[in-house]
Structure formats: C-alpha cells, structure tokens
C-alpha cells in the first residue's frame, strides 16, 4: 500500500537555526499539508499546497515558515530561525480526489 | 474550532465492541464525518467516513443518526492495538482543505 514517508524520524537543532523537514507525498497525489502537533496537544494545520502555490495556510503558519516542491517527489517545511516552541511533531499529508488525507509517520523536532 | 463533541477517554475490554459516540449538532447538509485515530506520536490514520448512510468497512463501521446530529463509530472486536486517540471530524466531502481536529476520545482497551 503506497505511504506517506519524511525524513529526518527526529531533529535537534538549536534555536535560532534553520530546519528543513523532508516529505514524500503519494506518487499520484495532487495536494499536499504540513500539520504539527505540540506534545500533548491538538493536532494543527499549517498549510497546504496544490499546483505548485500554497492553497491555504493557518495563523500558524507565519513568516518563519515556508514549503516547497523542490522536484517531482519530495515536499518540503522550512523553518528560517527555529524557536523553542517550534519543538513538536510535524507532520506531512497528501489527498488525492479520493476523499480522504494520508498521514506520514511524522517528524520530532526539538529545539533546544 | 472543531465542531465536534466527543467524550474525553473511554475504556473497553479486548474483544468486546467500542462504541465511540461524537456529537455534532451543526453539521450542515453538505458536510460529511470522518473519523481518524492516533496510535501514540504516529500520523493520524483514517478510519472511515459518511454522510448520512451508515457505513462500514474492513476497519469499522459508522453509525449517523438520522437528523445527522451525531454518530459513533463501532470497533466490533476490540484488540489491544486499538488503543488510540478516535478523532471525529465533519467536512465538506471531497474538500481539500485542511483537516480541524479536536482533542478527540482516548480510547483504552483493556486486557
């Protein structure tokens, strides 16, 4: 069954440095979602990406934060100068017209 | 904010069915509920979704009231590996958008 993978599993960075989280969305899959979840809390939206543009993004999802589609496979979060509440799991997502998201396993990031 | 109400955790004895109620009186006519869960730290995992029909597949099986003001998703045999957080989520069917999740139900099955 195809799957939503990222890399890195985990991250240690120390505030104030730049990060980039790796994603691989299903092969056949149009639009794409980062969504990050604080221990212990909710599961947030960040943003979301079809067509090569963002679609819709959170409050969240401030300047610090951008994505991109560098190739044909791999979707990327960047975080342009890390703060100690960025520390959370990050998660990517992919949909395709078939009603429903895949998640990937997530990505840990702490921030020290 | 979600526009779901469900209970904070539940428990449920292995082998036995999970009856996961969620309340969502201001669903509109065009909006669907799905329900995912969260296996600790794992991505969110969906499960299964409706309309107004009652659903069922290889996982679950979802039950929608008929006013569609609420529903409960059904585990019919509850195993240790279900103990997960159950979230149920309304939206616009076929939508692109961003899911909204709330604190969802922690489900504990127990030996």
């Known amino acids: 069954e195809p799957e939503v993978t990222q890399t890195p599993s985990h991250q240690v960075t120390q505030m104030g440095q730049e990060v980039i989280l790796r994603c691989v969305p299903i092969?056949?899959?149009?639009?794409f979602y980062w969504y990050r979840q604080i221990l212990g809390q909710k599961v947030e939206f960040l943003v979301s990406?079809?067509?090569?543009?963002?679609?819709?993004k959170s409050e969240i999802f401030d300047d610090q934060f951008s994505v991109e589609r560098p190739d044909g496979s791999n979707f990327t979060l960047k975080i342009r100068s890390t703060k100690l509440e960025d520390s959370a799991m990050y998660f990517c997502?992919?949909?395709?017209?078939?009603?429903?998201?895949?998640f990937g396993p997530g990505t840990r990031l702490l921030v020290l | 904010d979600a526009k779901t109400t469900q209970p904070t955790s539940m428990d449920c004895a292995e082998g036995r069915a999970a009856n996961l109620p969620c309340n969502h009186s201001?669903?509109?006519?065009?909006?669907?509920v799905y329900w995912y869960r969260q296996i600790h730290s794992q991505g969110p995992q969906y499960i299964i979704h409706?309309?107004?029909n009652n659903e069922t597949n290889e996982m679950a099986s979802l039950i929608i009231t008929e006013d569609r003001k609420s529903s409960t998703l059904i585990l019919p045999h509850a195993t240790l590996r279900d103990t997960a957080v159950y979230y149920c989520?309304?939206?616009?069917?076929?939508?692109?958008?961003?899911?909204?999740f709330g604190k969802g139900t922690h489900l504990i099955i127990q030996p």
């Open positions: 997502a992919s949909y395709r017209d078939d009603e429903t998201q895949y």
């Open positions: 092969s056949n899959h149009l639009y």
């Open positions: 990406f079809y067509n090569n543009e963002i679609s819709e």
């Open positions: 201001t669903i509109s006519g065009n909006e669907y």
């Open positions: 409706g309309l107004k």
């Open positions: 989520i309304v939206r616009v069917g076929r939508g692109a958008d961003g899911l909204t």
